[in-house]
C-alpha cells in the first residue's frame, strides 16, 4: 500500500475505486466497505484508494474533548494495508479546505485528483463550506464527470457508528471480548518501556512499565489480562496488568506486562501490546507471596489462551 499525505503529488490512478472516511479503528463495520472496494476495484481492474483526514475533522470541532481514536494513523494505515488497500491519502483537514465551496470540492478535489472510476459514499457524506454538499449534488455531477456513484446504505452506517461506541464503551470498561469481536482483531497498543521501582523481578515476574506513546489513543480500563507483545519482528505471549497495584497502596495507574522465556533488557524500546482476553480485576493481597501465588495461576490462565489463539493472526 502506498501512503500519500502530499495531495499535489498523487499518482494518475488506475480507475481508482474510492472511499471517503475516518476508519477509526478499522473494524468490522469498516471491513464491509474495504471489502466492497476490493470487489470493485477486481471487477474493473482498478485500486483501490481510501481517502481519510487527519487530524480528525472532530479536533477542528471540538477542541475540548480527548479524541479517544481506537486506532493513531500509523495503526489504521497498518489496517488499511493488510485489508488490501492500494492507496491511502491523509487529506490534512485544514479551515482551508473545509472552506471551499462544494462543487469545487468535487471538481479541483475529487475529480482532478483521483480521477474515480467509482465512488463509494455514504448517503449523509458531507463537504465543502459550511457542509452544503452531499450525495445529491455527487449524484447530480456523475454524468458530467463520469464517475460511477454508489450509495452506502444508511442501515450500514448506522452500525459502524453503534459498533464504534460500543468498542469505546467496552474498553472502558475492560470488556476486550466484545471489543475484540466488534474490531475483527485483538484490540492492541504501543508502549514505551520505561524504569519501574525494580520489585518485579524480586518476585520472579520482572515487568516491562510502559508508558502509552499515543496520547489521542483511547486507553483500556484496569484489570489483568492475557497479551501478547510484538517486540522487533517477534511475538511474546505474556500477561498484562493495569492498574494502581493495590497490594503495595499505590495510587498511580501502571500498565505493565510480564513476557513469558524472555530475560532481555528492553527499556526505551517501545512493543506493541495485542489483549487478547480479561482474566481478573486488580485485587488487593495480603502479601507479595500471596499475589506470586496468584500470578502463577494467571500465567496458567494466559498460557491456556494465548494456544487458543495461536492460529488466529489478526490485526498487523
Ligand atoms: N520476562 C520479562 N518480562 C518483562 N520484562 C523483562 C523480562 N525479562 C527482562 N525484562 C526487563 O526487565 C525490566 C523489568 O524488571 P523489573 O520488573 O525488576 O523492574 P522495573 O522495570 O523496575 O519494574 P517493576 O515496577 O515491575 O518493578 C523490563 O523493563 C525489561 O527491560
Ligand atoms: C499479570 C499481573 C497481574 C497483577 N495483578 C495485580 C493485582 O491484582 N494486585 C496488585 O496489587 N498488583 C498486581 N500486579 C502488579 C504487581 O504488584 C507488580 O507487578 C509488582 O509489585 C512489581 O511492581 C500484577 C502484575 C501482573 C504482571
Do not use: C
Not at 521501582?197 to 486507553?219: C, E, F, H, M, V
Not at 484496569?222 to 505474556?238: P, Q
Amino acid at each position: 500500500m502506498q501512503v500519500h499525505y502530499n495531495l499535489e503529488g498523487l499518482p494518475r490512478f488506475r480507475n481508482a475505486v474510492v472511499t471517503i472516511g475516518t476508519f477509526d479503528g478499522v473494524h468490522t463495520g469498516h471491513q464491509q466497505i474495504l471489502a466492497a472496494l476490493r470487489q470493485e476495484a477486481a471487477s474493473t481492474g482498478g485500486e483501490t484508494v481510501v481517502i481519510t483526514f487527519d487530524p480528525h475533522p472532530r479536533t477542528i470541532v471540538q477542541t475540548d474533548a480527548s479524541l479517544e481514536l481506537l486506532t493513531t494513523l500509523p495503526e489504521k494505515a497498518g489496517l488499511l494495508e493488510a485489508h488490501g488497500i492500494d492507496h491511502l491519502v491523509v487529506v490534512p483537514f485544514t479551515p482551508d479546505f473545509a472552506a471551499q465551496d462544494a462543487e469545487q470540492y468535487i471538481s479541483d478535489f475529487l475529480v482532478r485528483r483521483f480521477q474515480p472510476h467509482t465512488l463509494i459514499i455514504g448517503y449523509d457524506h458531507r463537504f465543502g463550506k459550511g457542509r452544503a454538499g452531499g450525495y445529491e449534488l455527487l449524484e447530480q455531477l456523475q454524468h458530467q464527470y463520469g464517475y460511477r456513484l454508489i450509495e452506502i446504505p444508511r442501515q450500514v452506517l448506522h452500525s459502524i457508528a453503534i459498533s464504534s461506541t460500543k468498542i469505546r464503551t467496552a474498553l472502558k470498561q475492560s470488556d476486550v471480548a466484545t471489543a475484540n469481536e466488534l474490531l475483527g482483531y485483538p484490540f492492541f497498543f504501543e508502549g514505551l518501556v520505561i524504569p519501574g521501582d525494580k520489585l518485579g523481578r524480586t518476585i520472579g515476574y520482572p515487568t516491562a512499565n510502559l508508558q502509552y506513546t499515543s496520547s489521542d489513543k483511547i486507553r483500556l480500563g484496569e484489570g489483568v489480562f492475557a497479551a501478547r507483545a510484538i517486540h522487533e519482528g517477534r511475538t511474546l505471549g505474556g500477561m498484562l496488568s493495569i492498574g494502581k497495584r493495590p497490594t503495595l497502596n499505590d495510587v498511580v495507574e501502571r500498565v505493565e506486562i510480564n513476557l513469558f522465556d524472555f530475560q532481555e533488557e528492553i527499556y526505551d524500546q517501545v512493543i506493541r501490546v495485542e489483549v487478547l482476553s480479561y482474566l481478573r480485576g486488580q485485587e488487593k493481597y495480603s502479601s507479595l507471596d500471596a499475589l506470586k501465588e496468584q500470578l502463577h495461576r494467571d500465567k496458567e490462565d494466559s498460557l491456556r489462551i494465548l494456544s487458543s489463539w495461536k492460529e488466529h493472526k489478526m490485526g498487523v
